[in-house]
């Protein structure tokens, strides 16, 4: 597969998504300027995590109108994989490719620890090598990652099985003790109606090697690599 | 100034804050922090941020674009509302 990174002025986890592609998974990436407009053949466009241009005005408000943005929009429109990891899903949010805002921590903090996820959703092409209910271990670093939608739209996003991670304890008890942001109903990931676009606030590129504190980001990435696979045997 | 340049710009300011329903957890806290100091009166607080435009005199009619302006960037419509006064 062929992997392209965004990297916007005020990216910083850019080098971190593509070094767990390039040097752990041993697949092609590039990176993609934010005033490019080609993207270059790629099968997954990731929009990593940092604070593009500065977070000024709202995260990711000023971003999303990028040159790069129109293709990676029209990319996702036509189903192509696009995932945004933390600022990428303050991106995707403030593009419309994925429903709700990301708000300030409840407790005003910036927050910088390993949580655990609960996997709801695994009929989506990022987590269809995870078991229903597994629990993963994967860092958040984000001070707007508290997820918020009106009542009817998450009644929506549940309904279609859009909550793709949910934050939880180490036992997949999914409490308010275990919400590190205070978004609504845990909500740590979701996908689009149709599952090929994926914004998330933790950060499964940092979390690809057991020296690192855990391999759970790998079971995300791997489950890109195995849907993207099988899309091209059957293209072919 | 030199003569030449036009003087005085119109003057638009949008006015952005949080829906209504819609936690505000930076005026919560300020809030709290006002009942400490003791003005038990001051029954809530709700942040927001204003933006001054200025605007180029030879533009009469610009009320679309700011419109335009304000809902693309200046505020996030899912969460937030705005209003603009002219001056």
């Known amino acids: ?236 | 100034m030199t003569n030449n340049k036009k003087e005085v710009s119109p003057q638009a300011v949008v006015y952005v804050r949080l829906k209504e329903g819609v936690l505000d957890p930076q005026g919560v806290t300020i809030h709290k922090a006002l009942q400490q100091m003791g003005y038990n009166e001051f029954i809530s607080v709700r942040t927001g941020r204003f933006f001054e435009l200025e605007v180029d005199s030879d533009s009469d009619n610009y009320d679309k674009r700011l419109d335009e302006v304000c809902s693309k960037l200046l505020a996030n419509p899912v969460i937030e509302s705005y209003r603009v006064e002219k001056l």
């Open chain 1, 1 to 236: 597969m062929k992997v392209g990174v965004v990297t916007f002025p005020g990216s910083n986890c850019d080098y971190d998504a593509y070094a767990a592609v390039q040097h752990v998974m041993g697949e092609d990436v590039e990176f993609l300027w934010h005033k490019s407009t080609d993207l270059l053949g790629c099968d997954l466009v990731i929009l990593p995590g940092g604070f593009s241009y500065g977070d000024y005005l709202r995260g990711g408000a000023i971003a999303r109108f990028s040159p790069i943005m129109e293709k990676v929009i029209a990319f996702g429109r036509s189903g192509g994989m696009v995932l945004g990891i933390c600022n990428g899903f303050q991106i995707l949010t403030e593009c419309g490719l994925l429903p709700g805002a990301l708000m300030r921590n409840s407790h005003l903090r910036f927050s910088c620890k390993h949580v655990y996820l609960k996997v709801e959703q695994t009929s989506n092409p990022y987590t269809q090598l995870c078991i229903k209910g597994e629990v993963l271990k994967i860092p958040i670093a984000h001070g707007e990652g508290n997820y918020y939608n009106f009542d009817n739209d998450i009644k929506k996003l549940e309904d279609a099985g859009q909550v793709v991670f949910r934050y939880c304890d180490v036992n997949g008890d999914v409490n308010s003790e275990a919400n590190p942001n205070g978004s609504i109903n845990n909500i740590a990931g979701i996908s689009n109606k149709e599952g090929n676009i994926l914004g998330m606030m933790p950060h499964p590129e940092r979390v690809v090697e057991d020296i690192l504190g855990s391999a759970d980001g790998l079971k995300i990435l791997e489950s890109i690599r195995a849907t993207i696979a099988v899309a091209k045997t059957v293209s072919n």
